[in-house]
Nanobody, 129 residues
Framework: QVQLVESGGGLVQAGGSLRLSCAAS????????MGWFRQAPGKEREFVAV???????????SYADSVKGRFTISRNNDLNTLYLEMNNLKPEDTAVYYC???????????????????WGQGTQVTVSS
């Protein structure tokens, strides 16, 4: 059974940092896209960042404009784990953060959450002003 388990969320003051982790089990995603989405109360789930394996040769990372320069996505394939380093957090970053993984190796997905075949349960990030 495939599982994605997020951790690392919490309460932080504006300007602070958090590091989210997404541990995958049940299969490896080393050649698959993995990414982060978030959902604030009353809003739709929105894209944050994705880490893809373009042409099965090169890892690339893409970010939402709202987090560029502040967030960094990375992964450790040996641990089958995805990370999101979040710096200079703002109150508008408050949301439940979800990890997603795609089934197709080498795919480079966009911002639509429809590409996520597997999802974690989410971890709450709250940024106080």
């Amino acid at each position: 059974q495939v599982q994605l388990v997020e951790s690392g969320g919490g309460l932080v003051q504006a300007g602070g940092s958090l590091r989210l982790s997404c541990a995958a089990s049940g299969r490896t995603f080393s050649k698959n896209a993995m990414g982060w989405f978030r959902q604030a109360p009353g809003k739709e789930r929105e894209f944050v960042a994705v880490h893809s394996w373009r042409y099965l040769r090169t890892f690339i990372a893409s970010y939402a404009d709202s987090v560029k320069g502040r967030f960094t996505i990375s992964r450790n394939n040996d641990l089958n784990t995805l990370y999101l380093e979040m710096n200079n957090l703002k109150p508008e970053d408050t949301a439940v953060y979800y990890c997603a993984a795609g089934l197709k190796p080498g795919a480079v997905p966009g911002t639509d959450p429809a590409w996520g075949d597997y999802w974690g349960q989410g971890t709450q990030v709250t940024v106080s002003s």
